[in-house]
């Protein structure tokens, strides 16, 4: 099921409940559903932070199949961003040396089962899948 | 829906959902501490990174004046993501 959001934080509310009804129509287990949402988020605002000044709104494609979550988010009119390049978090730096940002993706990166980035004619597409397995 | 407030017992008490969208109403309260702190994330059922930057951010300031957020209740899933980011090695973190 494809619907489109505003590109504004405000839209997580709306985007939740999206996504949670039909994990929910296609009993996804918890255990996936929190990722599934994590993930969401962080790609979603990933794309508004970066793109602030673009008004095009962000396309959400989400599907079960087999208890398994398919979701993609399609962002038009934007420069490539590869989502799936390799982040490095300094995971056991003391306190003093860490900063605050970096780390959405890197729970992306870590906690779904594929995550696929496409960019053509100025438009990107990223898909990720997370499953019971 | 996010909520953030002191307990009866002066510990800071979270629940609902921490996400990007929550975290102007996070930092506003978490600013307002100044001490030694225990957040109590028992009713807490999602944090996303904007959530763990506010945690992080009034981490720092406290340590530097001596004081420390101390504990954190919270859910499996919520360990996994403090797990994950290595917040576990910067928070006293008690998982349910």
Same mark, same amino acid.
Request: charged share 25%.
């Given at each position: 099921m494809q619907k489109k959001f505003a590109r504004s934080f405000d839209s997580l509310g709306a985007i $939740? !409940?999206?996504?949670e009804e039909i994990l929910a129509s296609g009993n996804v287990e918890d255990a996936v559903r929190f990722p599934v949402h994590l993930a969401m988020e962080e790609l979603f605002t990933n794309m508004v932070k970066y793109c602030p000044e673009n008004d095009n709104e962000i396309l959400l494609d989400v599907a079960v199949i087999d208890g398994c979550a398919s979701i993609a988010l399609t962002d $038009? =009119?934007? =420069?490539p961003f590869d989502v799936t390049a390799p982040r490095v978090i300094e995971a056991e730096l003391? +306190?003093?040396?860490? +900063?605050?940002g970096g780390l959405g993706l890197r729970l992306v990166q870590q906690m779904v089962d594929k995550l696929e980035y496409n960019y053509h004619d100025r438009q990107s597409t990223v898909r990720f899948t997370k499953g019971s397995g | 829906m996010f909520a953030i407030e002191f307990g009866e017992n002066g510990d +800071?008490?979270?629940s609902g959902r921490l996400d990007a969208s929550q975290c !102007?109403? !996070?930092q506003g309260f978490m600013d307002s501490v100044s001490g030694p702190s225990v957040l109590d994330f028992d009713q807490l059922e999602y944090i996303s990174s904007a959530g763990l930057g506010i945690l992080l951010k009034t981490q720092k300031r406290l340590v530097e004046s001596g004081a420390a957020l101390r504990r954190i209740n919270v859910n499996h899933h919520i360990h996994d993501v403090f797990r994950y980011s290595g917040f576990h090695t910067i928070f006293e973190i008690e998982a349910q």
């Open positions: $939740y !409940a999206f996504t $038009y =009119d934007v =420069d003391p +306190i003093e040396g860490r +900063i605050p | +800071i008490l979270c !102007a109403k !996070a």
